[in-house]
């Protein structure tokens, strides 16, 4: 009766460790690895339009304000001056207040010469101001200014160097500015070869890329002599534009149609249509950086 008895208590301390044994905590199971969404490289290539640049601020304000970051920017002719300028890390508020404040006669160094009437050293002088003397590739953020090899038409991007000699050269619309000479060669406006650099902002390593065009044609012959010569760069390199907006992620078109080349008394105006069909742009925008992201995520997967 005893033995039987220690058997069941044996039978009994058996189960309960069997049972502890099976209940003992094991280790915990490490979570799938969550990788990180990618970041992308978005890019900002504003292009060329003489003062209908002042639109480019407009759209600067706008992407700041709906938190878009802008890491690469690159820019042909007016465009080279404004990017040139937020590269430098000037706000799109900041931006505002040097345009209204900017008298054109500073940029306006007229000389007697068959290659042009205007030199441009006043404009790379003023860049220069601006963005603190420092040399393209100590800007803030990555920049390119767009010129054309004048002797072999080939496009030319500036990513390092003096900056308002790079911007000169980009702004410098043939048989108006002078041509510039850089490192040889000479050079002249990057609205020739490439009216809005999306394809430099490629090689420049973006991801994304969000273009600014503003070479709408001018209604009724507005703008004057300098507008007409700005249109004729227009006019000859559609095949150009179509090409560099093809690569463009995001296209934003500010209606400067009624706003010439020499408009500098209508900033004010053509700063807020810019702000305007950024607005309209910010939810695409979102949307296509979304998609892009998850392209790319995919991809690594």
């Given at each position: ?6 058997l ?59 938190g ?24 799109g ?11 054109e ?5 007229v ?18 101001q ?73 090689e ?98």
């Amino acid at each position: 009766m005893l033995s039987r008895l220690n058997l069941k208590r044996s039978l009994a301390l058996a189960g309960l460790v069997f049972v502890a044994a099976c209940t003992t905590p094991t280790a915990p199971v490490k979570p799938a690895e969550v990788k990180p969404p990618p970041k992308l490289k978005v890019a900002l290539a504003l292009g060329g339009g003489a003062a209908k640049g002042f639109a480019h601020i407009g759209v600067i304000k706008v992407l700041e304000q709906a938190g878009i970051p802008v890491d690469i920017v690159t820019g042909t002719s007016a465009g080279s001056v404004v990017g040139s300028l937020y590269a430098s890390g000037l706000s799109g508020i900041e931006l505002q207040k040097k345009a209204i404040e900017l008298d054109e006669k500073q940029l306006a160094d007229v000389t007697l010469s068959t290659s042009g009437f205007i030199k441009g050293e006043a404009l790379a002088g003023f860049v220069n101001q601006m963005v603190g003397n420092r040399p393209i590739e100590k800007l803030a953020r990555p920049f390119g200014a767009v010129a054309t090899d004048l002797d072999s038409g080939e496009k030319k991007v500036f990513r390092s160097g003096n900056t308002g000699q790079a911007v000169r050269a980009s702004a410098s619309i043939p048989n108006v500015f002078q041509p510039v000479a850089i490192g040889g060669r000479r050079y002249v406006d990057g609205g020739l070869v490439s009216p809005v650099p999306v394809s430099a902002a490629r090689e420049m390593g973006a991801d994304f890329v969000i273009a600014v065009d503003i070479s709408a044609r001018p209604q009724g012959g507005a703008g004057g002599f300098l507008a007409m010569f700005d249109q004729s760069i227009n006019i000859m390199n559609k095949v150009a534009l179509a090409q560099e907006l093809k690569q463009a992620d995001v296209i934003i078109r500010p209606q400067v149609q009624k706003l010439g080349g020499t408009a500098f008394a209508a900033r004010n105006q053509t700063i807020l249509e810019g702000e305007r069909v950024a607005l309209l742009a910010v939810p695409v925008i979102k949307k296509a950086l979304a998609q892009k992201a998850g392209l790319i995520d995919a991809k690594r997967s």
